[in-house]
């Protein structure tokens, strides 16, 4: 899975506390600050997404905290593209390679 991550300050007059971050499938994974964040700070969440799922990606991760309207829901949007493939050339042979001997 690969990481990425969201940061916002915070500007409240309490400290922030979000208690839930839900992805919307077991593919997207959210991972969130457990201690309290105090205003004017600023905080990220991880979000890991199973890679290899190649092409275009369209996930949500639900915030739960303590603000005003209680929960957030962020929009993550993107393209997997597949890891390029090595080229074999007919001369090269692969790393820890053995001559084999043919036998008639």
Known sequence: M???G?????SLITPLII???QGS???????????PIKPGAS???KVHYDTKRVGPINKTVTVTSNSLGGTVT?????????????????GNKPAG??????TN
């Open 2 to 4: 690969a990481p990425s």
């Open 19 to 21: 208690s839930n971050c």
């Open 74 to 90: 962020l929009h993550i949007k993107g393209m997997i593209e597949a890891a390029p493939l090595e080229e074999t050339f007919p």
């Open 97 to 102: 390679a053995v001559p084999v001997e043919k």
């Open 6 to 10: 969201l940061a916002a300050p915070v």
């Open 43 to 45: 905080a990220v969440i």
């Open 25 to 35: 499938c077991g593919c997207t994974v959210p991972s969130w600050p457990k201690e």
